[in-house]
């Protein structure tokens, strides 16, 4: 599956993208027109779920369309970025993404393939942050050889045929094998497009020059607030280096986001307007991702997650942040509306993760494993049959159960879709049913503790009392008319004319109705 429903891609792409690539002067207007069209195909005319679910997927779309929008407009953007910034993010993973080629695949697994992959070819990294999932440090070793994380790459982009490849860590931008890096993999693969997770510490005006002119790769700078929350976790004069690191970034035209990590110490900051405004109109950060704090890393504990009150302020502020604001800002945890659920496993549209060891698991915040990367290549195998343990295929069973290829009201609960963070009950059944092994000392020690398990489950179990009320009113019920948010129409569009949406689903400017994507 590609980012957007595959009807509306294709008829979209020659009425509306075309002209957001291409023309400046249309590109305003193009975008609305898209976000119209958008409209019409995944809340009107979409299949499956609740029209407030579609609703919801469609938002955090509409966003993505204005960020790369912003991107594109960018004054002072490197050609070689612009350029595959429309041929490679629009072109091939916002509207193909391998549509039509995925015959062989389907054939093989009855469903479609996942849409990305995140490989952290490294473990070392030059900062000590408090609770890293990781647990990285400046003196770890593990790597995976250059020859391996390409295969790796050539072998999605040929098997699962997308083009989005996603980069972790560790600090990326330490790992070398062979004479080469982060950089050498992004020319390597021109056909693809890099998202890369980095602390942003190594973004010196020479790396970001070389991010200008490989043009394919965009870093996500990982903040957990202000100057005194950032260095609290991350260490004394981290914060200054991000800034400066996003200077560099803006003086060569290389677009940028954010990584957030809500904890419960700052999980209210995060989602403030004052937040957003700082980093997204000051700092020039074009997106974001909200990740909640994942107790599986150094120093495991439950203490520094956010708690059930705080998760459910911060959805409240996100649906704000979102629908109102307009910044792309996914929380992989409260966002289950617009992701479709968990996103582990392999799933159609969805992902997995490959460590520094080769260790394959169901995602990045989940540590166990039935197979190495490196063992499946060593016995003639390929990317495929990482997919095919009971592992991998009993955690996509259940998404679907839970509501993948539901519809209506039998959709569950996807305010809180996440098999570890809200259903440990069955994570942990599942680990030990398929004999999955953990892949550091961390996951083996929380396996096998009754506190850990117990402290998961009470936050499960309060968390979900605590929303489904929500999910039932506000997503599965009121289908006669949308929530209550804002249409999606961005205040930069409103100079030029007013929208909203009325109780039927029309887009109505000047006192008009007009209907949708005409």
């Known amino acids: 599956m590609s980012l957007l429903d595959y009807k509306f891609a294709r008829k979209a792409a020659p ?15 193009a975008v609305k027109y898209a976000r119209k069209y958008m409209y019409q195909s995944l809340v009107e005319s979409g299949d499956g779920y609740t029209r407030n679910i579609r609703y919801e997927r469609y938002t955090i779309l509409s966003n993505l369309i204005v960020t790369v929008e912003k991107a594109l407009t960018s004054r002072n953007i490197s050609p070689a970025v612009r350029k595959k910034l429309l041929d490679l993010f629009v072109g091939r993973v916002f509207l193909s993404n391998g549509h039509g080629r995925w015959d062989d695949f389907v054939k093989e697994f009855g469903a479609e393939p996942p849409g990305f992959i995140t490989i952290s070819p490294g473990k070392k990294c030059n900062l ?23 295969r790796i790459i050539r072998e999605k982009t040929e098997l699962w045929h997308n083009f989005f490849t996603v980069i972790s860590g560790g600090e990326p931008l330490m790992w070398r094998s062979n004479g080469k890096g982060i950089i050498d993999l992004c020319r390597d693969n021109p056909d693809n497009y890099f998202l890369m997770y980095t602390n942003g510490t190594m973004i010196d005006k020479k790396m970001a020059k070389q991010m200008a002119e490989a043009g394919n790769l965009t870093p996500a700078i990982s903040v957990e607030g202000f100057e005194k929350e950032t260095d609290e976790r991350r260490g004394s004069g981290v914060f200054k280096e991000i ?26 900051i995060v989602v403030g307007d004052e937040f ?7 700092q020039g950060a074009v997106y974001g991702w909200m990740f909640q704090y994942m107790p599986i890393g150094r120093s495991i504990t439950l203490d520094m997650m956010v708690t059930p009150e705080q998760r459910k302020r911060m959805f409240e502020k996100e649906k704000h942040l979102i629908h109102e604001k307009h910044v792309f800002l996914p929380d992989f945890w409260n966002g289950g509306a617009f992701s479709e659920g968990c996103l582990a496993a392999g799933r159609p549209g969805g992902y997995i993760y ?43 069973e259940w998404q679907s159960e839970y509501g993948l290829k539901k519809s209506g009201k039998d959709v569950h609960n996807f305010i809180a879709p996440c098999g570890i963070r809200d259903h440990y009950e069955f994570t942990h059944s599942h680990i030990l049913r398929t004999k999955a092994q953990p892949i550091d000392p961390d996951a083996a ?7 850990y398990y117990e402290g998961l489950v009470a936050y499960n179990n309060k968390f979900n009392s605590m929303t489904e009320p929500i999910w039932q009113k506000e997503f599965i019920g009121n289908e006669g008319g949308l929530s209550s948010h804002s249409t999606g129409i961005h205040k930069d569009d409103e100079s030029e004319s007013s929208h909203s ?6 887009i109505v400017e000047s006192e008009e109705e007009i209907p949708v994507g005409k």
């Open 15 to 29: 009425q509306a993208i075309n002209l957001i690539l291409g023309n400046s002067l249309l590109r305003k207007q």
């Open 128 to 150: 000590a942050c408090t609770g890293c999932y990781a647990g990285s440090g400046a003196k770890s070793t593990e790597k995976l050889d250059y020859s391996t994380v390409n």
């Open 243 to 268: 800034l400066q690191a996003m200077a560099n970034l803006r003086e060569v035209g290389v677009p940028f986001g954010i990584s957030v990590t809500a904890t419960r110490s700052n999980a209210e």
């Open 276 to 282: 957003v405004d700082f980093y997204f109109e000051k």
């Open 354 to 396: 490959i460590d520094w060891n080769g260790s394959v698991t169901p995602c990045v915040f989940y540590p166990y494993s039935k197979n190495n990367i490196k063992e499946v290549y060593a016995n003639g195998g390929n990317l495929n049959d990482t997919l095919k343990t009971d592992l991998m295929v009993g955690i996509r």
């Open 445 to 451: 020690e929380a396996i096998k503790d009754p506190l």
């Open 501 to 506: 949406i009325n109780g039927n689903g029309k």
